[in-house]
């Protein structure tokens, strides 16, 4: 009889601690987006127009979109970090649109977690190259085209070339938190 009564007040228990720990972990922002769902997460969270089209690109701290119109005049892009530690996913972080962005090139540096590198691609950037010296990466970039790019952290020079190879000055580097 005991038994009985010990397995009555024992499953209410488990499913009340069951029940506490998902609020935990849903009020206090440990569980992000993921990946690959990034770019709804900022069409739905930002209202962007599901007309317009959008790039992006992330890596294992940082992700960036760029979306636009189809007359290439407006734009709104999302930028999403990886907190590390005890959470999961990617969090917003920032967006919006920039005449910056519009009419040039602006890098945004995002500390340990990496830089950003946005435009809507008036100077016809075809490829942004960085690296170190010794170990040098290359992202290839449609020079008709709106980008976003993530660059890791510490890496060193950054260089973008249009696609005659003359190299193209970034208009604004910026620094977050």
């Not at 970090?81 to 945004?108: A, K, P, V």
């Not at 709106?146 to 890496?155: D, Q, S, Y």
Request: glycine fraction near 10%; charged fraction near 20%.
């Amino acid at each position: 009889m005991k038994n009985k009564r010990k397995t009555k007040l024992i499953i209410p228990g488990i499913a009340i601690c069951v029940v506490l720990a998902l609020m935990i972990v849903l009020f206090t922002g440990v569980i992000g987006v993921s990946a690959g769902n990034i770019e709804n997460d900022a069409r739905k969270s930002q209202k962007i127009d599901s007309t317009w089209d959008g790039t992006g690109t992330s890596n294992d701290k940082i992700a960036a979109y760029i979306f636009y119109d189809t007359g290439l005049e407006y734009h709104t892009f999302s930028v999403y970090l990886n907190r590390g530690g005890f959470s999961f996913g990617y969090f917003f972080f920032e967006g919006g649109s920039s005449s910056i962005i519009t009419n040039g090139i602006q890098m945004i540096m995002y500390g340990e977690n990496g830089s950003v590198i946005l435009s809507m691609n008036k100077d016809n950037v075809a490829k942004i190259v960085y690296g170190d010296g010794e170990d040098v990466a290359e992202i290839t970039v449609d020079p008709a085209k709106p980008f976003a790019a993530v660059i890791p952290a510490n890496c060193g020079s950054i260089a973008l070339y249009n696609e005659n190879g003359i190299e193209l000055p970034i208009t604004v580097i910026e620094q977050r938190s």
